[in-house]
């Protein structure tokens, strides 16, 4: 049945179809992540899974995409990956798994017991009913005694939508065009299915009250869900800045609903569902340590600037401010800023700063070009005019006195005197303000510097 | 009465090669830009068929004396017709001269014709030739546009070229020094966990051998 669904909707090369839907440059590397994104309505399920698995623990991300689990590598788990789509597997290694694999999920190519937790998000509503139970039977082979599996999982609500059987051809290859959802189920459906592979499972309806407005607006295009037009034509205009803050918004509520452990009526729409052998914990937060996400390990940071020259890039080891978008895979790995970027950071005994940078702005040319001007502690370091594509790198002495005066924190401050936005309208809108991207930013130490010399 | 019907035959001829000419004149004119060359085309032509015209008639007129003849009746008419035979037969050896020197006037003239209208030919094919190769030089001058054009295309795909690679190698090196950046972080944290590994089985050793 899985093939016809795929077939009868035009879908011929599933994992391709897989692949054109969930990788991009989006850069989910662990060591990229933003402290503030775990309120982000994106990271909710995420954060889910980081707060409930044990650190140090073996995860297996089934159907891992790009790989939305990324994040658990701060918790210092060992993280595997299976996909559909090689070039999947491929963007999860990229993104930290510490190994990934292209596989059909019916055979799992790892050993019995070899994982503490399973998880899939977004998954099991993409594989065939005939396959699921196959599925679960892998999943729990690969598990350890006493091992968990979580999963978030997309559902139908059949007094509000019709069933596949109840679907024209047209609305069925409507239907499962949009996501691929060849295999959504009832909440119940899902639980009563577990229930028959695992002594214990949980679940909880999610979403019923928190979407992110990406999501609000598919839902009411895509699925037909009755939200208030209004509100749709409303959320349907924001800026991708006011996107972001509806999306916080929403994610902070969603994890204060886990903080209290808050039961919300069935939304038809996604569930949270938790399985083991073993008694189960708490449904959220059972090994909630986010530490290790709202700042860097003291110890690592030490350990990565004790050589006297670091790359501020990764690790939290600098907090890039609200004036710089995500990190980009362009490549390389690089961060785009909007008019004004501000990073702030440790570093005794500063004597230089590098770093690279481009931009795409258009129109670039002799005659009109990006002026740049770089502050360090509000002093004026640099000014420079960019008049031409590709990477700059720029290397910016520190003032003795400055640095003298810092105390070893500086706070490096970059002024673009123009921006654009690639995409402002349209389908695949993309409204950033960017001006440049910037990677590479290394700080050296003066004793670093001596020491070369010597 | 023959001699009179060759003469109306004369006239005939002449009214017609005029008409002709007159009707080639608005026909060449309405040719647009090759119209000087077809007018001085068919002046030639008017030329020919009027000069045609008059050889005709030279050629009728020139082998022989014209016929003696007279107004007038009766005794005087016979009288003037016996002294002009008398004449004609007295001047033979002079009008006989005229009469050769008119053929071969008329025989030189009907060769230069025909000369005329093999050069007139000739031109003609020149002409034709010469527009043709008009044409030709058109063509090649603006395959050289082109190809002017073509040039200075390639010439802006190299540059273009150039500087995509130029690019592609400043992404390289920043790429390169990002991963160098990379595995210098991944070298210091295995060093860090080395050590701490080495710490841990140093306090392990020391609890065991404590005990012992």
């Known amino acids: 049945m899985k093939e016809d669904l795929y077939a009868r909707a035009g879908i011929g090369d599933v994992a391709e179809f897989y692949r054109t839907k969930f990788v991009s440059d989006e850069v989910l590397d662990a060591r990229y992540f933003r402290a503030l994104d775990r309120f982000d309505m994106h990271m909710a399920r995420t954060m889910w899974v980081y707060d409930n698995v044990r650190a140090g623990s073996a995860v297996l991300d089934v159907g891992c995409g790009a790989g939305l689990l990324a994040p658990l590598k701060r918790k210092g788990v060992t993280l595997a990956g299976v996909d559909l789509s090689a070039e999947c597997a491929l963007a999860a290694r990229r993104n930290g798994y510490d190994t990934t694999a292209r596989a059909e999920l019916t055979r799992l190519p790892f050993d019995d017991a070899s994982f503490d937790y399973v998880v899939s998000l977004d998954v099991l509503g993409h594989i065939d009913f005939a396959e699921k139970d196959q599925v679960l039977s892998e999943i729990r082979r690969v598990l350890r005694p006493g091992g968990v599996t979580m999963h978030g999982i997309e559902c139908i609500d059949r007094r509000a939508q019709k069933g596949y059987d109840e679907m024209t051809a047209e609305e069925l290859a409507r239907f499962v065009r949009v996501d691929g959802h060849v295999g959504l189920e009832e909440e119940e459906e899902h639980a009563a299915r577990f229930r028959r592979f695992f002594a214990h499972v949980e679940w909880r309806p999610r979403y019923a009250l928190c979407l992110s407005s990406e999501e609000f607006v598919k839902q009411s295009d895509e699925y037909g869900l009755p939200f208030e037009r209004d509100f749709v034509e409303y959320l349907r205009g924001l800026s991708r800045a006011e996107r972001r803050a509806f999306d916080m918004a929403m994610g902070y509520v969603f994890n204060k609903i886990s903080d209290l452990d808050l039961r919300l009526p069935k939304s038809g729409l996604y569930v949270l569902l938790k399985a083991s052998d073993a008694p189960l914990g708490p449904f959220y937060n059972e090994h909630r340590d986010r530490r290790a996400l709202l700042a860097a390990d003291p110890s690592l940071s030490a350990a990565l600037s004790e050589g006297g020259t670091f790359c501020l890039d990764r690790h939290a080891l600098a907090e890039f401010d609200a004036g710089w978008h995500e990190p980009n895979d362009l490549p390389p790995v690089a961060r785009w800023m909007s008019r004004r970027g501000r990073v702030r950071f440790d570093a005794p005994g500063l004597d230089a700063l590098t770093l690279d940078l481009t931009t795409h702005l258009p129109g670039l040319a002799p005659a009109r070009p990006l002026g740049l001007e770089m502050l360090l502690n509000g002093v004026t370091v640099a000014r420079l005019s960019l008049f031409r594509y590709g990477w700059l790198t720029l290397r910016l002495d520190v003032p003795p006195q400055l640095a003298a005066a810092s105390g070893g924190r500086f706070e490096l401050e970059i002024r673009a005197d123009r921006s654009w936005r690639p995409r402002p309208a349209g389908e695949g809108r993309d409204d950033r303000e960017l001006s440049v991207a910037v990677c590479n930013v290394v700080a050296h130490a003066r004793a670093a510097l001596d020491g070369a010399r010597g | ?212």
């Not at chain 2, 016979?78 to 002079?94: D, F, P, S, T, Y």
């Not at chain 2, 050769?100 to 030189?108: L, R, S, V």
């Not at chain 2, 400043?170 to 160098?180: F, I, K, N």
Request: proline share 2%.
């Open chain 2, 1 to 212: 009465m023959n001699e009179v019907e060759e003469t109306l035959r004369e006239i005939r001829e002449r009214v017609r090669a005029e008409a002709s000419a007159l009707a080639r004149a608005p026909q060449s004119s309405a040719n647009g830009g090759d119209g000087a060359q077809i007018v001085a085309r068919d002046e030639a032509a008017d030329a020919f068929a009027r000069m045609e015209a008059n050889l005709a008639t030279a050629e009728r007129a020139g082998p022989r004396l014209p016929p003696v003849m007279s107004n007038r009746a009766g005794l005087v008419a016979r009288v003037e017709l016996w002294v002009k035979r008398k004449i004609k037969r007295a001047l033979r050896w002079i009008t006989w001269e005229q009469v050769n020197f008119n053929a071969a006037a008329t025989h030189a003239l009907a060769d230069t014709l025909a000369a005329l209208r093999a050069h007139e030919r000739r031109l003609a094919e020149m002409q034709a030739e010469l527009q043709r190769l008009g044409q030709i030089q058109q063509r090649l001058e603006e395959l050289a546009r082109a190809q002017g054009g073509l040039e200075a295309r390639l010439g802006r795909v190299g540059d273009e070229g150039r500087e995509r690679v130029e690019r592609l190698l400043e992404e390289q090196r920043v790429c390169y020094r990002q991963l160098s950046l990379e595995a210098s972080e991944s070298a210091v944290l295995f060093d860090r966990a080395r050590r701490d590994m080495e710490s841990r089985l140093a306090r392990i050793e020391k609890t065991v051998t404590g005990d012992g």
